[in-house]
């Protein structure tokens, strides 16, 4: 799927089948909760890109301000990392592997990282 053609429009911000993976300098990176594929949202929740997650978190990545590097200001882990482990350890959520207690203890350690 990769990187879509998109029509930015009006969405209602991704409430109810959408999981929010990374907000940063006013937009929002999330994945559909059925489907996987991904979007970003602008401060007023308009859709400005949509395809599968990679291309969208290396969108996010330079829409939002990061470095090309992909390194974090603490210098840590770069930000594309932590969302693909956040990807996987959605998938573990999903299959059951873990709770959801545990996914959500994990995913503020890596949110924090993005």
């Known amino acids: 799927m990769s990187d879509m053609f998109n029509i930015p429009f009006q969405t209602m ?6 999981n929010t993976l990374a907000s940063r300098g ?4 999330q994945q559909h909760k059925i489907t996987g594929h991904a979007r970003i ?4 929740n308009i859709r400005l890109a949509w395809g599968d997650i990679d291309a969208m978190a290396r969108k ?3 829409m939002a301000g990061n470095s090309s590097s992909n390194v974090n200001s603490s210098g840590g882990t770069g930000s594309l990392d932590a969302m693909q482990k956040l990807k996987t350890l959605k998938e573990l959520l999903d ?3 873990i709770t959801q207690s545990e996914f959500d203890s994990k995913k503020i350690e890596l ?4």
Request: hydrophobic fraction near 45%; charged fraction near 15%; charge should be neutral.
């Open 95 to 97: 299959m059951g592997a």
């Open 13 to 18: 911000g991704g409430n109810v089948w959408w």
């Open 26 to 29: 006013g937009y929002k990176l």
């Open 60 to 62: 996010f990545d330079i």
């Open 41 to 44: 949202l602008d401060s007023n």
């Open 111 to 114: 949110m924090r990282q993005i």
